[in-house]
């Protein structure tokens, strides 16, 4: 812009000092045209859809934002200018300024509610903003070079159904007799999930409050699901999703199963008293020395006496070890312990001796658990004060993960221990009534055991997280 020495004079134009002659040239740079756009709720951003496959969101509340920069840097007032059209209603709404003076390199926003449904597209260009001689004006950049498309979607999709040719459903889990118990424990079993809405995206279970479990479909397509009961009574629950994350209301189904037979079972009350009559049937017992009792504590049970003789045993390794989960039970009556030192009742053995038992400590007259690290001495052991001559029911499970052995006495927990390093395995088997020393006999008592049950949970034959008692009746 070129002035006058003085722009009231107007004779002022009309004189020329090359001496004092100069001319003031003021500009603003063109902004820089926006390479994108951004998309976000009041929880999280989300991408740009296109025209065909429009970005899903779950609020009609959104807020537009653009980029803004200038090569003039921190002397621009940039603003983000939105073009905004509802594709559903073909509508075109007029061009509308963001955040205003916003620092170059920051973002302009503008927040917009949305129809519920409709698919919407916009995009953006930058104003630079600048007054001079009282007059405010911008220069623009281009738009964006392409559209954001997304579609607002707050509507629920409608509970899935869900039913099964394996379990019977019970009216509740509070009145459980109502129905039939089918299947068992720890085996799968097969459920058919389905829901009417075409925008269901994937459908979510979980078993009895455990962590959910996601099955992808589309368009709402039906969807089957293997279920492994963890218990007698058991409560599934489904809900499906929507591309845009909306959760449907939760399907119940409760169902009732057997509970699950042993891997491993010595009863005591057939012709032959050491057969295994568990699901496997192939680790039988050579109860030596030890006798059928019609005293048993569930029909006949197993008497031992200390000093008889060779002391009752598998003759084949169970399979039980300290690398997988595992739960063992049964009842035991202590008669007579040991003279001066544990009494071993149930124990799995290997070459090192006892790496795993059930006992009875006479320095504190309890009854409970004992457990030995391989190939070491040390050994750790849990238990509560319990009667001689009576039955007690003793329970313990494995967990290989936390490597921690959970003692149970008469259903109930008592105790805990925790191998401190990678624990046994065990290779040779059980033994009853003894425990075992460098191959020979040791810690022999008298007394009684019935209902010996061992479940083997190998990961490779099957599949279960957590390790279980048996029920205690």
């Avoid at 905004?84 to 916003?102: C, F, H, I, L, M």
């Avoid at 925790?418 to 007394?447: H, K, M, Q």
Wanted: charged content about 20%.
């Amino acid at each position: 812009m070129i002035r006058a020495r003085d722009e009231g004079d107007k004779i002022a134009w009309k004189q020329f000092d090359d001496n004092e002659a100069n001319i003031q040239v003021t500009y603003v740079a063109y902004p820089a045209t926006p390479t994108g756009v951004t998309l976000k709720t009041a929880n999280a951003y989300y991408p740009c859809g296109s025209v065909s496959a429009p970005t899903l969101i779950p609020s009609t509340t959104v807020t537009l934002g653009v980029r803004v920069s200038s090569a003039d840097g921190a002397s621009a007032s940039l603003r983000g200018v939105f073009a905004r059209a509802d594709a559903s209603a073909s509508k075109t709404y007029p061009d509308t300024s963001g955040t205003t003076n916003v620092a170059n390199g920051g973002t302009s926003t503008l927040t917009w509610t949305v129809a519920n449904g409709h698919v919407i597209r916009f995009r953006a260009k930058v104003w630079s903003v600048y007054t001079y001689d009282g007059v405010t004006d911008y220069v623009e950049s281009g738009y964006s070079p392409t559209w954001c498309y997304f579609k607002a979607d707050i509507t629920a999709p409608p509970p899935p159904k869900v039913t099964t040719t394996a379990f019977e459903e019970c009216a509740s889990a509070e009145d459980p007799d109502v129905c039939t118990a089918m299947g068992e424990s720890g085996t799968a079993g097969t459920f058919a999930v389905s829901t009417p809405a075409t925008d269901a995206v994937s459908y979510r279970w979980s078993l009895n409050g455990s962590a959910a479990v996601t099955v992808a479909t589309s368009g709402g397509a039906a969807r089957t699901i293997s279920v492994t009961p963890s218990g007698v009574m058991n409560t599934l629950s489904v809900w499906s999703a929507d591309g845009a994350g909306n959760l449907s209301l939760k399907t119940t189904f409760v169902f009732k199963v057997n509970p699950r037979s042993p891997d491993v079972q010595w009863s005591f009350d057939s012709d032959d008293p050491g057969a295994d009559t568990g699901r496997e049937q192939d680790t039988p017992l050579d109860v030596g020395s030890a006798t059928a009792s019609d005293l048993g504590r569930v029909g006949k049970g197993l008497r031992f006496t200390s000093g008889a003789g060779a002391p009752a045993e598998t003759t084949a390794s169970t399979g039980v070890s300290a690398t997988t989960a595992f739960t063992v039970g049964a009842w035991v009556r202590l008669d007579t312990p040991a003279q001066g030192t544990t009494t071993t009742l149930l124990s799995a053995t290997d070459s090192t001796g006892n790496v795993f038992e059930f006992g009875y400590e006479p320095s504190t007259n309890k009854l409970g658990l004992r457990g030995a690290v391989r190939r070491r001495p040390s050994r750790r052991s849990a238990g509560e004060r319990q009667p001689l001559h009576v039955w007690t029911h003793l329970a313990a499970t494995f967990d290989p993960a936390s490597k921690t052995l959970s003692l149970y006495i008469n259903g109930r927990f008592a105790k805990s221990l925790v191998y401190p390093t990678a624990a046994w395995l065990n290779r040779t088997g059980w033994r009853i009534g003894c425990g075992r020393v460098d191959g020979n006999p040791s810690s022999c008592g008298t007394g009684m055991i019935d209902e010996v049950n061992l479940y083997r949970l190998d990961p490779q034959r099957r599949r279960d997280p957590q390790p279980r008692r048996p029920d205690v009746g």
